[in-house]
Nanobody
C-alpha cells in the first residue's frame, strides 16, 4: 500500500509563503490532490493535478497556490503564496479525483498563518 508523507508546514505571517511536499513510497497516482482541514471544519479540497499536468483549484486558493508534481521523485508540491489567516489548517495530500469519503489519511502537515 502506498504511503504518503506530507512536510513543509509551519508558522508564517499573513502575506507569506510556504512550500509543502508530499512524498510517496511508490509511484504517484495519476491524479493527486491536496486537501486541508481547519479546526472545527470538514476536510476540503484544495488543488488537483493529473499525470498530464492538468490542474484545478478551489476558488478560495486560486491565483495564490500552485500544485506541481515530480514523477521521478514520486513527490507532489503545493506552493502557497499570499497566505491568509483563513488558510490555517492541517494540509494533506492524497489520491485525487475520487470521493473524499473513500480516502484514508496520513498525519498531514500543520500550516498556521498568524501575526
Amino acid at each position: 500500500q502506498v504511503q504518503l508523507v506530507e512536510s513543509g508546514g509551519g508558522l508564517v505571517q499573513p502575506g507569506g509563503s510556504l512550500r509543502l511536499s508530499c512524498a510517496s513510497s511508490g509511484s504517484l497516482f495519476s491524479a493527486m490532490s491536496w486537501y486541508r482541514q481547519a479546526p472545527g471544519k470538514q476536510r476540503e479540497f484544495v488543488a488537483l493535478i493529473t499525470s498530464g499536468t492538468f490542474t484545478t483549484y478551489a476558488v478560495s486558493v486560486k491565483g495564490r497556490f500552485t500544485i506541481s508534481r515530480d514523477n521521478t521523485r514520486n513527490t507532489v508540491y503545493l506552493q502557497m503564496n499570499s497566505l491568509k489567516p483563513e488558510d490555517t489548517a492541517i494540509y494533506y495530500c492524497n489520491r485525487g479525483a475520487v470521493p473524499i469519503e473513500s480516502l484514508t489519511w496520513g498525519q498531514g502537515t500543520q500550516v498556521t498563518v498568524s501575526s
